[in-house]
């Protein structure tokens, strides 16, 4: 049996003995019928109430809320199925597509953040995505494998997903946004500040994400107690991840830069990686429940009234 079956019918038990307990007091009092429509009256006014609460304030019974949802990933993908709709990705990063910008918006997605944030929370679940299919763990490879086109090469922490960029779809007949990156196979690049020098503070990048590096480039401007120097690169490739913003602390030997190594001996190609917006339905079960509570509420009030209506009808017909 099922935890999802158990649940239910505990709930299904908790609630019958506490409703048949308040049941039968209160036909020893009423008599069975008029005990049965006042509980129902009583137990639909409270359930109508609750809901209505849990539908205006988000809490209670809720459904799955907005969130960003991959579904396609391999070498050289053109499209990407998903809700019943086949969304054309063949031409990013061309016309079309937008890299995220801090204010910007692409449509009217009713809440949506800047087109920044919405790539910021979209990337975890590219991450997430890629690296469930190149996992050595049975279970997460097969999570993903209905969204996998193709082959995919790369190593598991060897990759980083990067060029993310946007725009906007139908999904599930609402506006929404979908997301591309390219995930291709890296390296970290640690800072090396000069002999004796500990850390820094980072001044800028001299490079910017997406351009080229090669070894031995500077990369990099930091301020030391002895002045400012420029750190050059370990390795070549394509600027694929810059983690640090100016005025940050900079460490002899830590990570500053992430290098896409796509193309170079040995090196598995890299691969596409889409995922789509999903607006969710977090009101939805609360408004199901208040509408059966007022269905509920207001058929037990009538059969109340109705039973009323009988009762002095009867009493009326009694001979004085």
Same mark, same amino acid.
């Given at each position: 049996?099922?935890?999802?079956?158990?649940g239910?019918?505990?709930t299904?038990?908790?609630?019958g003995?506490?409703f048949?307990?308040v049941y039968?007091?209160?036909?020893m009092v009423?008599?069975?019928k008029?005990?049965?429509?006042?509980?129902?009256s009583v137990a639909f006014?409270?359930?109508?109430?609750?809901?209505?609460i849990?539908?205006?304030?988000?809490?209670?019974?809720?459904?799955?809320d907005t969130?960003?949802?991959a579904?396609?990933l391999?070498?050289n993908i053109t499209?990407?199925k998903?809700?019943g709709?086949?969304?054309n990705v063949?031409?990013?990063?061309?016309d079309?597509w937008q890299?995220?910008?801090v204010?910007?918006?692409l449509a009217?997605?009713?809440g949506?953040?800047d087109?920044?944030?919405?790539?910021?929370?979209?990337k975890p679940?590219?991450?997430?995505a890629v690296g469930n299919?190149?996992?050595?763990i049975p279970g997460?490879v097969?999570a993903?494998?209905?969204?996998v086109? #193709? =082959?995919?090469?790369?190593?598991? &922490?060897q990759f980083t997903?990067?060029n993310?960029e946007?725009? *906007?779809? !139908?999904?599930?007949?609402?506006?929404?946004?979908?997301?591309?990156a390219k995930a291709?196979?890296s390296?970290?690049?640690?800072?090396?500040?000069?002999?004796g020098v500990?850390?820094g503070?980072?001044n800028?990048?001299?490079?910017n994400?997406g351009?080229k590096?090669d070894?031995?480039?500077?990369?990099m401007?930091v301020?030391t107690?002895?002045g400012?120097?420029?750190v050059?690169s370990t390795?070549?490739g394509i600027?694929?991840?810059e983690p640090?913003r100016? #005025? =940050?602390r900079v460490?002899?030997? &830590?990570?500053?830069?992430?290098?896409?190594?796509?193309g170079? *001996?040995d !090196?598995?190609p890299?691969?596409?990686v889409?995922?789509?917006?999903?607006r969710?339905?977090?009101?939805?079960p609360?408004?199901y429940?208040?509408?059966?509570?007022i269905?509920?509420f207001t058929?037990?009030?009538l059969?109340?009234?109705?039973?009323?209506?009988?009762?002095?009808?009867?009493r009326a017909s009694?001979?004085?």
């Open positions: 049996m099922s935890v999802f079956t158990k239910v019918l505990a299904i038990c908790v609630m003995a506490l048949g307990m039968l007091l209160m036909s009423l008599g069975s008029l005990a049965y429509w006042v509980e129902g006014g409270v359930l109508g109430i609750m809901s209505f849990w539908f205006i304030s988000g809490l209670g019974p809720t459904g799955p969130a960003w949802e579904i396609a391999g070498p499209e990407a998903a809700f709709t086949t969304y063949a031409d990013y990063p061309g079309g890299k995220p910008k204010g910007a918006h009217d997605l009713k949506a953040d087109t920044d944030t919405e790539a910021t929370q979209a679940v590219l991450d997430s299919a190149v996992s050595v997460q097969d993903v494998k209905p969204i086109q #193709g =082959d995919i090469g790369l190593t598991t &922490g997903n990067y993310i946007l725009k *906007p779809v !139908q999904v599930q007949g609402k506006d929404s946004l979908i997301a591309v291709a196979p390296k970290a690049v640690n800072a090396d500040l000069g002999a500990t850390e503070t980072l800028k990048y001299l490079l994400i351009d590096v070894k031995g480039q500077d990369f401007s301020t107690k002895g400012d120097v420029n050059k390795d070549a600027v694929a991840a640090l100016s #005025g =940050d460490r002899a030997g &830590g990570p500053v830069m992430t290098v896409d190594l796509s170079q *001996p !090196q598995p890299p691969i596409t889409v995922a789509v917006r999903v969710g339905k977090l009101r939805t609360a408004m429940y208040l509408i059966a509570s269905l509920g058929i037990h009030m059969g109340l009234r109705s039973y009323e209506r009988r009762r002095k009808a009867e009694l001979p004085v």
